[in-house]
């Protein structure tokens, strides 16, 4: 970690490690998983502010955005500043929180790294989950047809980042359990609805789903 200063704002900018972690959910789900191999993240958080209490509760995260730190003309853009508070941006460009999916689909198919074009900016929990939740999906194409089980995938994958980094970030042990909670209830409540008629599938993913409650013993 080491601390930047921008403007009279400082920063602290953390790598954070995001090794690919093994394709648990059924095959066809991702059409090009792991096509890009993920190896760390370069998060921002102005000193001193991060929050931990930001529930999981699946609302649009506030207060977070992926920052580019290269040219980039092929993505959507807004400032940075919109989104992000107390960096002391000005004009630097952030991808358009609207263009996660366009973001996913136009890295794979020009086959640009994320990390090349992107840093996380991010300075509560709740964003840096959804943060890191994103960055799974920009390394992993999907058709995003089976959604409950593509966003298993990344709900465990963001998790377990989480868990390889809790110092690093800083959460409490008890923040963490409770975290997992919120992720699992999350995960429950949508294959109650995708697969309310597929009762094999939804045996499947209840088992799947104990990776989530199971996470720390697995870092």
């Known amino acids: 970690m080491h601390s930047t200063n921008v403007a009279s704002a400082v920063f602290d900018a953390v790598r954070l490690e995001t090794k690919a972690v093994p394709c648990f959910v059924p095959a066809g ?9 993920s190896d760390w993240l370069q998060w ?13 509760d699946g609302s ?17 853009r ?14 630097e460009w952030a991808l358009a929180p609207y263009a ?11 086959a640009v790294s994320p990390r090349s074009l992107l840093r996380l900016a991010a300075d ?7 943060g890191l939740h994103d960055w799974v999906h920009f390394h992993n194409h999907g058709p995003f047809e089976e959604v409950a089980w593509t966003e298993l995938q990344c709900d465990f994958t963001a998790l377990h ?5 809790r110092s690093r970030v800083g ?42 409650r199971n996470i720390e013993s697995v870092n």
């Open 161 to 165: 980042w989480l868990a390889r980094n």
């Open 44 to 56: 921002q958080c102005p000193t001193g502010t991060f929050r931990e209490d930001t529930p999981i």
């Open 171 to 212: 959460i409490s042990e008890r923040r963490f359990g409770a975290l997992v909670q919120e992720v699992d209830e999350l995960a429950a409540e949508r294959f109650a609805s995708a697969l309310r008629d597929r009762p094999l599938q939804r045996e499947a993913a209840r088992q799947q789903r104990q990776l989530i």
């Open 124 to 130: 509560n929990l709740n964003a840096l989950f959804w």
């Open 29 to 37: 789900v991702f059409d090009a998983f792991g096509w890009c191999e």
């Open 78 to 91: 807004e400032l940075a500043k919109l989104h992000a508070f107390g960096y002391g941006f000005d004009d």
């Open 100 to 110: 996660i999916d366009e973001a996913t689909d136009e890295l794979f198919e020009r």
């Open 60 to 76: 649009d995260p506030a207060r977070m955005v992926f920052v580019f730190h290269a040219p980039c003309e092929f993505l959507p």
